[in-house]
Structure formats: structure tokens, C-alpha cells
């Protein structure tokens, strides 16, 4: 079970920290990572990182802004989001991956997400 946090309203150029507890599953052994939701749209991947944590992948509209970890002790993964625009607002959920190649391609399950909206 994946159970994503810390959304809510936030000015455009704002901050806030997501995380993802997870229950079932351990955070530190499978590639792993965030997407999202915008309304009435499909989901697209943000971020994931692969089983090691050795590599991280980023969609492009958020490379440079956004930045995913995991805490392995805590079972728990994250998800920086710095200098958000308006067209970040969505639902926000931790998703597995098969594979952490390609951030838009290969999640396979997600919980219950969270939502972030970006608004003046």
C-alpha cells in the first residue's frame, strides 16, 4: 500500500515536500517513484529512481525544480517540488515501476494520492 502526503494550496514560486509511506513493501529494494494526475487527464509520470537509488529520472517539466529520495530507515520516499507554476496542480501519487528507465513508461501500482494545487 502506497499512501502519498503533504499537498495543498500553494502560491506560484512556492514549495512543498511530498512523502510516500508504504505498507506491504519495502522502499530501499524496487525502482520506484512519482506521478501524477492533472484533471480530466491521463497520468504522467514525474520522477523515479531505480532499485540501487543509484539513478534518478525526471520528466522535463519539472528537471531542475523537482527532487526525489528516499529515506531506506524510514520506508518512506519524498519528493522536493520547488519554484511550482500553476500547471503543477494535480493529484500527486507514489507509484512502483518495473523498471525505472523511463519516467513516463512502467509504474505499476499506486496508492492514494495527494493533492497539490498552485494558485495565486
Known amino acids: 500500500q502506497l499512501q502519498a502526503s503533504g499537498g495543498g494550496l500553494v502560491h ?3 514549495s512543498l515536500r511530498l ?7 519495502t522502499v530501499g529494494d524496487r525502482a520506484i517513484g512519482w506521478i501524477r494526475q492533472f484533471p480530466g487527464k491521463e497520468r504522467e509520470g514525474v520522477s523515479c529512481t ?5 539513478t534518478t529520472y525526471y520528466g522535463d517539466s519539472v528537471k531542475g525544480r523537482f527532487t526525489i529520495s528516499r529515506d531506506n530507515a524510514e520506508n518512506t ?31 505499476t501500482t499506486w496508492g492514494q494520492g495527494t493533492q497539490v494545487t498552485v494558485s495565486s
Open 12 to 14: 506560484p514560486g512556492g
Open 19 to 25: 512523502s510516500c509511506v508504504t505498507s506491504g513493501l
Open 50 to 54: 531505480t532499485e540501487s537509488g543509484n
Open 77 to 107: 520516499l519524498y519528493l522536493q517540488m520547488n519554484n511550482l507554476k500553476p500547471e503543477d496542480t494535480g493529484i500527486y501519487y507514489c507509484a512502483t515501476y518495473l523498471m525505472c528507465t523511463y519516467v513516463h513508461a512502467g509504474y
